[in-house]
């Protein structure tokens, strides 16, 4: 009985596995966030949300991808798809809508998201903007995860609430499409 059962489990376990990623060709990920740290230097986030791409190589045919650091970006306040003359934000969000697959990383400072990742999510409103204009969704069908890294309270809510902006723009959610480490191990 037991036996039977472990083997249901494992095949179970196989087939979430299997559908953890869609199969795409020449697919092309997009990963904003990781932690306000400038080049050169690398940061747990950056680390964990690099790991995950690979990981998703490894099931999933050819994936290029490009980790978008926000902090050597200029993002200003705003709502709309340009709201300076020095605005980095159309380019990151052409190439937000470019990617098949969208990873969302930020550490956890003092209980919420990053300052750059809510930014991110307010100039996202941008998105919906495009999206009553034209009917669909910029990120109609876009396969979206969620990267969080910190050793406090408040990934599970940062998490959700990046998934819920995420879901609004119609993007889709694989289950274990969120990856979340603190300092005593992982929580997927």
């Not at 869609?22 to 990920?29: G, S």
């Not at 998703?56 to 306040?77: C, F």
């Not at 941008?126 to 109609?140: H, K, M, P, T, W």
Request: proline fraction near 4%; include cysteine; charged fraction near 25%.
């Amino acid at each position: 009985m037991l036996a039977k059962r472990a083997s249901r489990k494992k095949k179970e376990n196989t087939r979430v596995q299997n559908q953890a990623l869609p199969r795409l060709r020449n697919a092309r990920a997009a990963c904003a966030g990781p932690r306000p740290k400038h080049r050169p230097d690398v940061s747990n986030t950056a680390e964990l949300a690099e790991l995950v791409i690979e990981k998703m190589k490894h099931h999933n045919a050819p994936i290029t991808s490009e980790i978008i650091r926000l902090a050597d970006k200029h993002i200003p306040v705003g709502l709309g798809i340009k709201e300076h003359a020095d605005d980095d934000w159309p380019e990151i969000a052409q190439k937000i809508q470019a990617a098949d697959i969208l990873l969302f990383a930020t550490p956890i400072w003092w209980g919420n998201r990053s300052s750059l990742m809510q930014r991110v999510i307010e100039r996202m409103d941008s998105f919906d903007e495009q999206y009553i204009a034209g009917g669909r969704s910029v990120l109609y069908n876009k396969v979206a995860g969620v990267v969080i890294t910190g050793s406090e309270d408040g990934a599970l809510a940062a998490m959700g609430t990046i998934m819920m902006v995420l879901t609004w723009l119609v993007c889709k959610s694989r289950r274990r499409a969120k990856a979340y480490y603190r300092l005593r191990g992982w929580i997927l």
